[in-house]
């Protein structure tokens, strides 16, 4: 079989790792060609102090994490668009000139369209409408990412996203357990507002398999993702349930015919 080309969109380094790792892995580890562009450098991303070396900027840090990680998932190439990071929603870093916020849709459209056209892309993954957590920038991708596949005439389209009823079936198992932990930054479980409900979801992909590298990407990103942080603070076992399962929408899917691969049907 011939190679295929995957290209996944992301919005700030590390978000390919805890996203897509297992399918990035996968695609990899069956011979597809990897592509990984990223809008931004993750320029507003929290940091320790003292983490980063006398005069390094966090973005020159995060671009070496994002190429440590993509070669740890066998990414074959990796591009940035060129955008710079727009912070959390309501924050003054969203109306900065030159934020992926602020960028026109058709403009970046074409900056993505153009890498897909080139690679001849199979598969573009991009995110759901809501950018799985409202984080601006992850909303934008959804725009920006499907306009570009329109463009470009890329055949296949997903949407990545979570299952938010996968999400409470596992709180409310760890709660029963005794082993209920908060979950990242402002992704309050009592809201729920991380994902869509699980009747929308087209495909489920196990990456149980690929677990262990993407833990590996994940800890590359080690100015984001600490070993005490909600991600790798967990036991390896608790994790593989938590991240062994990677949830897409594919656009004009039908989730009544459920698939299990990305490449299903090519």
Not at 144 to 156: D, F, I, N, S, Y
Not at 163 to 170: G, T, W
Not at 229 to 254: I, K, N, T, W, Y
């Amino acid at each position: 079989m011939a190679a295929r080309t995957l290209v996944v969109f992301h919005a700030h380094p590390d978000d390919e790792a805890i996203a897509t790792g297992g399918v990035m892995a996968k695609a990899a580890r069956d011979g597809d060609r990897v592509i990984l562009v990223v809008a931004t450098k993750g320029e507003h991303g929290e940091v320790v102090e003292g983490y980063l070396e006398p005069g390094e900027e966090l973005w020159e840090r995060r671009v070496q994490e994002t190429h440590a990680a993509a070669e740890i998932l066998g990414v074959s190439r990796v591009e940035f668009l060129g955008y710079v990071d727009s912070g959390m929603m309501g924050t003054p870093e969203n109306d900065a000139p030159g934020s992926f916020w602020q960028a026109d849709v058709e403009e970046a459209a074409q900056r993505l369209a153009a890498i897909l056209t080139e690679e001849q892309a199979d598969i573009l993954t991009a995110y759901d409408e809501n950018g799985v957590y409202g984080h601006p920038d992850h909303i934008q991708i959804h725009r920006v990412g499907l306009r570009a596949a329109e463009m470009a005439g890329t055949p296949k389209v997903y949407m990545g996203t979570v299952d938010k009823d996968r999400v409470k079936a596992l709180i409310a198992a760890a709660a029963e357990a005794g082993e209920a932990g908060d979950m990242p930054g402002d992704l309050d479980p009592a809201e729920f507002e991380l994902g869509v409900d699980g009747h929308r979801i087209t495909t489920r992909v196990d990456v149980t398999e690929f677990v262990p590298l993407k833990r590996k990407a994940m800890a590359a990103h080690g100015s984001q993702i600490s070993d005490s942080s909600f991600f790798l603070a967990m036991p390896e076992d608790r994790f593989a349930v938590a991240f062994g399962q990677e949830d897409f929408m594919l656009v004009g899917g039908d989730p009544a015919k459920p698939e299990t691969d990305l490449f299903d049907g090519l």
